[in-house]
């Protein structure tokens, strides 16, 4: 008796929180397409961003282009007191710079990764992972005026002197070595680039190396492989898009970096040899925009930060591309 | 309970900022980064004098005649003066701010900070690469008592844009004819040859880096940083050392008479003990102002500068304008300046 009363009750009760629910689900609703407009809204306000950022350079940039033409980018004058913008030597110093930094940072970055995923002892690879990680957050600036007072120097003492006695005898990379070298130039900022940007190259590669299955390698060991065998023929066929990857992530730092490249590459607006000073995209903006009196020089300020955006944007596309393959493939395994 | 001492002086800080603002005027300037270290201690002991707030932007030149047309400021600054025509057609009023300078510096070992003499013709043949070492005998026949190293001479300058380097490119102009021809001036210029270094710190930091260097920095820069300064030959054919006397007497007898608005590059001045290439900071202001009120207080500042600034100007190695000049750009703002 007492039972049927209560599911009689509670029957009740439910179509009571039936309507509620109804009305509460109404309202759930229409809160949740709300929220659902406004963190839309925030992820379009980063398209927006980037759009509106490409389009205020490309429109800052195109009195540039157009009075400039193709020289703009193929001929090595920059001139601003006679308003003549052909940048060739910052594009060429960007690139080479970058050019160096990776590929002095891509193998040094194997090693660390290798060691620290294949060879280290269990205690070490956590401090030494951390220890990584605080490499990438020093600012700059730091680098910058480490590069300055304790690397230039060094190598303008010690090593140039000897590098452009010796390496500018070599066959067709003579000519690269020539120059005076005293220390400052498109070589140092390489270097310089090159310790910045490690760390980056070296946390990607060390994480990608930890996601190969285990029985993979151990097998390859089973059949009797040196560690040497295993790293070139297991983990990096296994791992090779996301590689290159991280190694272009670096590319795309080096590309951009402004601070450092600054302080030791001579800011010498010219074509020169790896010893001399040179300027890169970044650190011409850096220097001249403060003071860039004619329009046609803002222009041509603007236009080169919309090359250097391109540029590293492709690059930054393509280093997620080449990540992502690695994730299906590993999904498919 | 310190955490908690900390908080109440932030929170008395804050309201004192916020009580403050509400109170006194405040004048807001932007532009050169030459003057912003005498600016921040102007507007600074102003305020201890007056109660009165002046805000200086240091965004380059360039920003700051920018700002000054678009009326966004009080005041605008730039190292280079504006032609009248220009003035004209943006109704600008123009008048000097403080004299600085910019003096040569060379990094050779065994020679003392004044000792070396070199000659404005000289100064463009090294920084055009025609004289390249330091046993040029261009150089040892200006200085016979003095032993040159057979060292190559390296050169280095200002890479960002600057009104140190405008002024030292000026210099140059007047002086050499090649220079004039195949550089040119400006903030920026085409350099022959050499090292950059991105501003005057940079500048420092190089010359002090490199054997047989030779750069040029703001006069501050050079007896802060003890740097071996060079002495320059002057228009008159004097050798005169980088002094306070001898930057003000470069403003003296520059002949702000005959310069309409106080367009006038002091680079290269008459007098037998002026220093050649000094320089003078220019203040921009709108003729009619949007807010009169925030331009009037601009004309206390700088009357009080004038007046109560030169020792702090001095201090932070800048020189004070001569009296008479002061007089002329107090005359000028009677017969210009009417708000």
Redesign the interface.
């Given at each position: 008796m007492s039972e049927t009363r209560e599911t009689l009750l509670s029957a009740d009760a439910l179509n009571l929180t039936d309507t509620l629910l109804e009305r509460r689900a109404g309202r759930d609703h229409r809160i949740d397409a709300l929220f659902r407009m406004m963190v839309a809204a925030a992820a379009a306000m980063v398209l927006l961003l980037l759009l509106g950022a490409v389009l205020v350079m490309w429109q800052g940039g195109l009195a540039a282009f157009g009075a400039q033409g193709w020289d703009f980018i193929s001929k090595d004058?920059?001139?601003?007191?006679?308003e003549v913008f052909h940048g060739l030597a910052p594009i060429f110093g960007t690139l080479v710079t970058a050019a160096i930094a990776v590929l002095i940072a891509a193998p040094l970055s194997l090693g660390v990764a290798v060691f620290l995923t294949e060879l280290a002892p269990s205690w070490l690879r956590r401090p030494l992972a951390i220890a990584i990680e605080l490499l990438a957050g020093i600012p700059s600036i730091i680098y910058g005026m480490w590069g300055?007072?304790v690397l230039?120097?060094l190598l303008?003492e010690h090593v140039y002197p000897w590098l452009g006695e010796n390496a500018s005898r070599l066959p067709l990379i003579g000519s690269w070595f020539a120059g005076?070298p005293?220390?400052?130039g498109l070589l140092t900022a390489g270097l310089v680039l090159a310790i910045m940007i490690l760390p980056f190259i070296a946390s990607v590669m060390r994480e990608v190396f930890l996601t190969v299955p285990a029985p993979l390698k151990e097998s390859a060991y089973a059949l009797g492989s040196t560690t040497w065998e295993v790293v070139w023929d297991i983990v990096l066929p296994y791992t090779r898009s996301a590689v290159v990857g991280g190694i272009l992530l670096g590319l795309g730092r080096a590309l951009g970096e402004t601070m450092a490249v600054?302080?030791v590459i001579?800011?010498?607006?010219?074509l020169g040899a790896l010893l001399e000073?040179g300027?890169s995209i970044s650190?011409t903006i850096?220097?001249?925009?403060?003071?860039?009196?004619a329009d046609s020089?803002?222009s041509a300020l603007l236009g080169l930060g919309f090359l250097l955006f391109v540029v590293s944007f492709v690059v930054l596309g393509l280093a997620r591309v080449l990540r992502a393959r690695l994730n299906r493939q590993g999904g498919q395994r | 309970m310190i955490v908690k001492a900390g908080i109440h002086s932030l929170l008395l800080a804050l309201a004192s900022l916020l009580a403050s603002g509400v109170q006194a005027a405040s004048v807001s300037g932007a532009g050169a980064s030459f003057v912003y270290p005498a600016m921040t201690k102007w507007s600074a002991d102003y305020q201890k004098a007056t109660a009165n707030r002046v805000n200086y932007q240091s965004i380059g030149s360039g920003g700051g005649i920018a700002q000054v047309k678009a009326g966004t400021v009080d005041f605008g600054s730039s190292d280079a003066p504006l032609p009248p025509d220009e003035l004209a057609k943006f109704q600008l009023a123009q008048f000097p701010s403080v004299i600085g300078g910019v003096v040569p510096v060379v990094n050779l070992a065994g020679i003392e900070s004044g000792k070396l003499k070199l000659t404005g013709r000289l100064l463009a043949a090294i920084y055009l690469g025609h004289v390249a070492n330091w046993n040029d005998p261009a150089i040892s026949e200006i200085n016979p008592g003095l032993s040159l190293p057979n060292q190559p001479i390296r050169v280095i300058y200002r890479s960002d844009g600057s009104g140190t380097t405008f002024n030292f490119v000026n210099y140059l102009s007047k002086v050499s004819p090649e220079w004039k021809q195949s550089v040119g001036e400006g903030t920026t210029v085409r350099w022959p040859g050499g090292f950059g270094g991105k501003g005057n710190e940079g500048v420092a930091a190089y010359v002090k880096q490199v054997a047989g260097s030779i750069g040029y920095v703001e006069l501050s820069y050079a007896t802060s940083n003890q740097l071996t300064a060079v002495a320059m030959q002057n228009a008159a054919g004097v050798f005169v050392q980088p002094t306070d006397a001898s930057f003000q007497s470069a403003a003296s007898s520059a002949n702000w008479k005959d310069a309409k608005d106080f367009y006038l590059i002091i680079t290269n001045a008459p007098a037998a003990d002026a220093w050649p290439i000094a320089a003078t900071n220019f203040i921009l202001m709108p003729l009619a102002p949007k807010k009169s009120e925030g331009a009037k207080e601009a004309l206390n500042f700088f009357r009080w500068v004038y007046k109560d600034g030169d020792a702090a100007a001095s201090k932070l190695g800048y020189v004070p304008l001569p009296d008479a000049l002061v007089a002329q750009i107090e005359a000028y703002w009677a017969s210009r300046l009417k708000h």
């Amino acid at each position: 008796m007492s039972e049927t009363r209560e599911t009689l009750l509670s029957a009740d009760a439910l179509n009571l929180t039936d309507t509620l629910l109804e009305r509460r689900a109404g309202r759930d609703h229409r809160i949740d397409a709300l929220f659902r407009m406004m963190v839309a809204a925030a992820a379009a306000m980063v398209l927006l961003l980037l759009l509106g950022a490409v389009l205020v350079m490309w429109q800052g940039g195109l009195a540039a282009f157009g009075a400039q033409g193709w020289d703009f980018i193929s001929k090595d004058f920059w001139d601003p007191a006679n308003e003549v913008f052909h940048g060739l030597a910052p594009i060429f110093g960007t690139l080479v710079t970058a050019a160096i930094a990776v590929l002095i940072a891509a193998p040094l970055s194997l090693g660390v990764a290798v060691f620290l995923t294949e060879l280290a002892p269990s205690w070490l690879r956590r401090p030494l992972a951390i220890a990584i990680e605080l490499l990438a957050g020093i600012p700059s600036i730091i680098y910058g005026m480490w590069g300055l007072f304790v690397l230039v120097p060094l190598l303008g003492e010690h090593v140039y002197p000897w590098l452009g006695e010796n390496a500018s005898r070599l066959p067709l990379i003579g000519s690269w070595f020539a120059g005076v070298p005293i220390g400052i130039g498109l070589l140092t900022a390489g270097l310089v680039l090159a310790i910045m940007i490690l760390p980056f190259i070296a946390s990607v590669m060390r994480e990608v190396f930890l996601t190969v299955p285990a029985p993979l390698k151990e097998s390859a060991y089973a059949l009797g492989s040196t560690t040497w065998e295993v790293v070139w023929d297991i983990v990096l066929p296994y791992t090779r898009s996301a590689v290159v990857g991280g190694i272009l992530l670096g590319l795309g730092r080096a590309l951009g970096e402004t601070m450092a490249v600054t302080f030791v590459i001579g800011n010498a607006n010219r074509l020169g040899a790896l010893l001399e000073p040179g300027t890169s995209i970044s650190a011409t903006i850096a220097n001249e925009f403060a003071e860039a009196f004619a329009d046609s020089h803002r222009s041509a300020l603007l236009g080169l930060g919309f090359l250097l955006f391109v540029v590293s944007f492709v690059v930054l596309g393509l280093a997620r591309v080449l990540r992502a393959r690695l994730n299906r493939q590993g999904g498919q395994r | 309970m310190i955490v908690k001492a900390g908080i109440h002086s932030l929170l008395l800080a804050l309201a004192s900022l916020l009580a403050s603002g509400v109170q006194a005027a405040s004048v807001s300037g932007a532009g050169a980064s030459f003057v912003y270290p005498a600016m921040t201690k102007w507007s600074a002991d102003y305020q201890k004098a007056t109660a009165n707030r002046v805000n200086y932007q240091s965004i380059g030149s360039g920003g700051g005649i920018a700002q000054v047309k678009a009326g966004t400021v009080d005041f605008g600054s730039s190292d280079a003066p504006l032609p009248p025509d220009e003035l004209a057609k943006f109704q600008l009023a123009q008048f000097p701010s403080v004299i600085g300078g910019v003096v040569p510096v060379v990094n050779l070992a065994g020679i003392e900070s004044g000792k070396l003499k070199l000659t404005g013709r000289l100064l463009a043949a090294i920084y055009l690469g025609h004289v390249a070492n330091w046993n040029d005998p261009a150089i040892s026949e200006i200085n016979p008592g003095l032993s040159l190293p057979n060292q190559p001479i390296r050169v280095i300058y200002r890479s960002d844009g600057s009104g140190t380097t405008f002024n030292f490119v000026n210099y140059l102009s007047k002086v050499s004819p090649e220079w004039k021809q195949s550089v040119g001036e400006g903030t920026t210029v085409r350099w022959p040859g050499g090292f950059g270094g991105k501003g005057n710190e940079g500048v420092a930091a190089y010359v002090k880096q490199v054997a047989g260097s030779i750069g040029y920095v703001e006069l501050s820069y050079a007896t802060s940083n003890q740097l071996t300064a060079v002495a320059m030959q002057n228009a008159a054919g004097v050798f005169v050392q980088p002094t306070d006397a001898s930057f003000q007497s470069a403003a003296s007898s520059a002949n702000w008479k005959d310069a309409k608005d106080f367009y006038l590059i002091i680079t290269n001045a008459p007098a037998a003990d002026a220093w050649p290439i000094a320089a003078t900071n220019f203040i921009l202001m709108p003729l009619a102002p949007k807010k009169s009120e925030g331009a009037k207080e601009a004309l206390n500042f700088f009357r009080w500068v004038y007046k109560d600034g030169d020792a702090a100007a001095s201090k932070l190695g800048y020189v004070p304008l001569p009296d008479a000049l002061v007089a002329q750009i107090e005359a000028y703002w009677a017969s210009r300046l009417k708000h």
